[in-house]
Every structure is written in structure tokens, then in C-alpha cells.
Antibody, heavy 122, light 114 residues
Framework: QVQLVESGGGVVQPGRSLRLSCAAS????????LHWVRQAPGKGLEWVAF????????YFADSVRGRFTISRDNSKNTLYLQMNSLRVEDTAVYYC???????????????WGKGTTVTVSS | DIVMTQSPDSLAVSLGERATINCKSS????????????LAWYQQKPGQPPKLLIY???TRESGVPDRFSGSGSGTDFTLTISSLQAEDVAVYYC??????????FGQGTRLEIK
């Protein structure tokens, strides 16, 4: 079945780095844009980053731009989020999610992983 | 960036009654070329990822019960649950996906049983 599975979360000190992965299965990975969305403890959803189906277009929330990078390996059906210079306020559950449509227009998010928890603490 | 504002922040409705959640965008998310509103609604239950309910403001995702409906255009949108069921207790979010990112979410509305 269609599935996204995140990994790579953990506890890290402020200023350090972490790389999250999102393994996809059950669909044509290279046909869909993908996103990272995070949720701080007890808070709402925050959209974090976007990558187009072929990796040619990338966008970031202001809160992470310049510190986070997004990439994908379509041969491995895997999405990545490289997080550098981590801050306490980056503590959250990080979800990867798929754009609903493969047309490039519908970026509602129809498939979500269960999330991986990142805790930034000294 | 487009700011999404939901109201109310929380809502308590009796079983079988109608629940209405509003979402307002700081600028129009209606794309004139295709006449579509780039607005989605999600449901999130505790300990679970969000679930897509509605996209294009009013199109129900496959498998979503027909008691859920979306309406509105431009900057003002509504999610309606026509007859509240116990399993509908959740936090609901709107999200705009107009043009290029950032694709911002509303702050969420917590729906409870009265």
C-alpha cells in the first residue's frame, strides 16, 4: 500500500545537525512533489519545506531557510531533510507528506508518514 | 506569505448536531485560470498524522464520509460536519496551497462533544 516512513529523529544539542529520511513505497515516487511538515509539542502544524517531483524546485519556511535543506533520491524512493544549526524551537514531530496530485498543481497533502521526533536540548 | 486564520479555536457540539469551522486567508487563494480555490482541510486525531478531508475547497477525498463538506471561495471558507459523530472528535486544520510555497496552515480548531 501507499506508505511513507520517516526515520532519523533523536535528541541533539543546539547548534548540531541531524538528517531525516522518508522512505516511500506503493506509488511512483518520482512523479510526486513532497513536503516536510512539523508539529511542536502541543502545537499546530507548520509547513517546513517542499521539493518538486524531480528535485529542481525547492522552497522553505522562513523559520528554517538557510539552515535546512531538502533533497530526494528517486532511485531509492527516499526523501531527506538535512537540518543544520538546530535550535530548541526546532523541537517537533517531523512528518513527510506527498502532494495529492502528480500534475504539479494540487499540493494538498494526501499521504503522510507517522512522523519522527526531533528534540533539541542541551 | 498568506496567513490562515481559523475560528473558533475550539468548539463543542452535541452528537448528531452540525459543526461549522471557519477559515480565512489573508489574500485570495482562488486561481482565476482554472477557477479553483487552493484550500484543503485536514483532521488530526491524538497521536496520529493529519488526514486529508477536503481539497480544492470542496472536493471530498476518497473514503471521507459525506457528512464532511467544504465550501467558500476567495478568502473565506467553511468546513461543515452535518451530523457530528463521536469519531469526529479531533483537531481540524485548513491549509492553502496557492501558487508557490510556503503552504501555510491555520492554527487549528479543536472539536469536542458537548
Amino acid at each position: 500500500q501507499v506508505q511513507l516512513v520517516e526515520s532519523g529523529g533523536g535528541v541533539v544539542q543546539p547548534g548540531r545537525s541531524l538528517r531525516l529520511s522518508c522512505a516511500a513505497s506503493g506509488f511512483t515516487f518520482g512523479a510526486y512533489a513532497l513536503h516536510w511538515v512539523r508539529q511542536a509539542p502541543g502545537k499546530g502544524l507548520e509547513w517546513v519545506a517542499f521539493i518538486s517531483y524531480d528535485g529542481s524546485n525547492k522552497y522553505f519556511a522562513d523559520s528554517v531557510r538557510g539552515r535546512f535543506t531538502i533533497s530526494r533520491d528517486n532511485s531509492k524512493n527516499t526523501l531527506y531533510l538535512q537540518m543544520n544549526s538546530l535550535r530548541v524551537e526546532d523541537t517537533a514531530v517531523y512528518y513527510c507528506a506527498r502532494s495529492h496530485g502528480d500534475s504539479g498543481y494540487d499540493h494538498s497533502l494526501d499521504v503522510w508518514g507517522k512522523g519522527t521526533t526531533v528534540t533539541v536540548s542541551s | 506569505d498568506i496567513v490562515m486564520t481559523q475560528s473558533p479555536d475550539s468548539l463543542a457540539v452535541s452528537l448528531g448536531e452540525r459543526a461549522t469551522i471557519n477559515c480565512k486567508s489573508s489574500q485570495s487563494v482562488l486561481y482565476s485560470r482554472n477557477n479553483e480555490n487552493y484550500l484543503a482541510w485536514y483532521q488530526q486525531k491524538p497521536g496520529q498524522p493529519p488526514k486529508l478531508l477536503i481539497y480544492w475547497a470542496s472536493t471530498r477525498e476518497s473514503g471521507v464520509p459525506d457528512r464532511f463538506s467544504g465550501s467558500g471561495s476567495g478568502t473565506d471558507f467553511t468546513l461543515t460536519i452535518s451530523s457530528l459523530q463521536a469519531e469526529d472528535v479531533a483537531v481540524y486544520y485548513c491549509q492553502q496551497y496557492y501558487n508557490t510555497p510556503p503552504y501555510t496552515f491555520g492554527q487549528g480548531t479543536r472539536l469536542e462533544i458537548k
